[in-house]
């Protein structure tokens, strides 16, 4: 979905990727729309020139920002665990890797999950961040009809916790933390699948 | 907690709950910050002396209406049913309330989860909102400890997702939905406490 990878850190300079991570940084402190490309510049201590000479725009740091964020979502759909198996399990996948992107990419998806639909680049980034919603309704939906789920839940409300627990992680989530993505996901998964009370 | 009180729809003019509800209303669409007496005034269609009479000031409005989403939630600690019993019974119950609460005191409890801490009245806020969380994380640490939840889990880490879920649904519970306050409470613990996955 975007060829944009992680910045390397510490090298002289910047690269478009290292350009991109400091843009996000800064729409996430101050807005999108507060965030001039003069006030990107002079956070990077670079020309405006410098800046355009990597991109056209600052819509299109939103939509490379954007899209590396939901091109993390949108992949683990690909992805075997998610595409073969038990309904059940693709839905764990989902689930965890989810929780992985997210820490992964934590500024790229804060700044996802703050996306109002004010531009057509936020327009275009809510459509897929409800399609890949929907695919996992379906991945829910799919769980309770073959018996792996509850009978007595609302998938379209389910998928709605769920990600309202998963998206929550951004607010506090911080890499350097105690608690790292793998026992994160590990937490997500006991209280969205297993439940968290001790087996009978 | 607070003497105020959901407004009675259908009245002729405004008391001092029905002006709350709506400058609440206003805060969440506009934010506080841009949000002025005279908008408030002309939304109301009354002079900001008829506003004056009820409220000393906008800081007024902001900390009664937290008052009334942090009452809320700090009762459901007081009720019989969170204060005896089992640690899972008592969390089960607060959970459980705290869906009630914020689909009640929807656009307060919404106002809330967006204080920041710009003013000492936020601050005040945050404080209060940061101790019902230890509440709740004591109640998890218990239940963990009288081994009704798996001993595997953080505490700390599991309160944040309850509430990251339980919050989440400030963004997209409407009142006139199809989904009761009572059905939502029942998913969130299905999702919480016993799990999605059918009993084995």
Tied chains: 1, 2.
Excluded at 104 to 127: F, H, I, K
Excluded at 150 to 161: K, Y
Excluded at 174 to 186: I, S
């Amino acid at each position: 979905m975007s060829d944009v990878t992680t910045p390397k850190r510490g090298r002289p300079g910047y690269d478009q990727a290292a350009i991109l991570e400091i843009a996000v940084l800064a729409f996430n402190e101050y807005g999108y729309d507060a965030t001039s490309m003069g006030v990107l510049a002079s956070r990077l201590t670079l020309s405006k020139a410098a800046i355009y000479h990597h991109f056209s725009s600052k819509e299109e740091l939103l939509q490379l920002a954007l899209d590396h964020a939901l091109g993390g979502l949108e992949g683990l759909l690909l992805e075997p665990g998610a595409a073969t198996g038990a309904a059940i399990d693709r839905l764990a996948h989902v689930l965890r890797g989810a929780v992985h992107v997210l820490a992964d990419r934590l500024p790229y998806v804060t700044l996802l999950l703050r996306v109002r639909g004010n531009t057509d680049v936020e327009r275009q980034a809510l459509t897929r961040r409800r399609a890949f919603d929907r695919a996992v309704a379906t991945l829910v939906t799919a769980a309770r009809d073959e018996g792996s789920l509850r009978a007595d839940i609302d998938p379209a409300v389910v998928t709605r916790l769920l990600f309202g627990m998963v998206n929550s992680i951004a607010e506090w989530y911080r890499p350097t933390g105690p608690t790292d993505a793998a026992h994160l996901a590990n937490d997500v998964l006991a209280v969205a699948l297993n439940g968290l009370r001790t087996p009978a």
